[in-house]
């Protein structure tokens, strides 16, 4: 059981708008930047999002994330295929003294 | 660029230990805070530790704690993993992975992992 929760599963066709959800507590998100990652298979993570709603350089502005109280999301306009992949938030935890993951969702572009 | 190969993995029986190594190039590793971030087969990513950029400040998930130490040689430009009392559940791909300018969590890049694989 991660300690932000993702639902597992997403899907959309190509073109369309999607948003993967993150939620978590006072402890993480309610105090500390949430951060997004893009793994496809076999392939080390890749940052996309980070300070809640900053891209690094050469992630595309398809890619947007927003935060609002202890919840954030990953929105993915003009979806592609090359968008099929599993996307994680991750924070870290004051509580916990440590980082934590969301269980992560599997992205199925139809 | 920002290069970091790990090391060090293997297949070992419960209750023994491993070591792995990361070598950090492509920039100043004695500037940056470093994650272990590992991830069991078919599952999603798992937090491990963080070490500081001058070793003085460790964190670790509790599931580890007091099993596995983190840390770095900066004069080598390499941080490690020192893992006693392995467990099944440590299993695993260990990523090194750096942290970035801004949030704790923010790793701006990431090794290609190493594979643990605890098992009798």
């Known amino acids: 059981q991660s300690v932000l929760t993702q639902a597992p599963s997403a899907s959309g066709t190509p073109g369309q708008r999607v948003t993967i959800s993150c939620s978590g507590s006072?402890?993480?998100?309610?105090?500390?930047?949430v951060n997004w990652f893009q793994q496809r298979p076999g392939m080390a993570p890749k940052l996309l999002i980070y300070?809640?709603?900053q891209r690094p350089s050469g992630v595309p502005d398809r890619f947007s994330g927003s935060r609002s109280g202890t919840s954030a999301s990953l929105a993915i306009t003009g979806l592609q295929s090359e968008d099929e992949a599993t996307y994680y938030c991750?924070?870290?935890?004051?509580?916990?003294?440590?980082?934590?993951f969301g269980g992560g969702t599997k992205l199925t572009v139809l | 660029q920002v290069r970091l190969v790990e090391s060090g993995g293997g297949v070992v029986q419960p209750g023994t230990s491993l070591r792995l190594s990361c070598a950090a190039s492509?920039?100043?590793?004695?500037?940056?805070?470093i994650h272990w971030v590992r991830q069991a087969p078919g599952k999603g990513l798992e937090w491990v530790a963080l070490?500081?950029?001058?070793?003085?400040?460790?964190h670790y998930v509790d599931s580890v704690k007091g099993r596995f130490t983190v840390s770095r040689d900066n004069s080598k430009n390499t941080l490690y993993l020192q893992m006693n009392s392995l467990r099944p559940e440590d299993t695993g791909v260990y990523y090194c992975?750096?942290?970035?300018?801004?949030?704790?969590?923010?790793?701006?890049?990431w090794g290609q992992g190493t594979l643990v694989t605890v098992s009798s």
């Open positions: 006072d402890s993480n998100i309610g105090s500390d930047a």
């Open positions: 992975a750096k942290r970035g300018e801004w949030e704790k969590l923010e790793i701006d890049s």
């Open positions: 492509g920039f100043t590793f004695s500037n940056y805070d």
């Open positions: 300070s809640n709603t």
């Open positions: 991750a924070a870290w935890d004051d509580r916990l003294n440590g980082g934590v």
């Open positions: 070490i500081s950029y001058d070793g003085n400040i460790k």
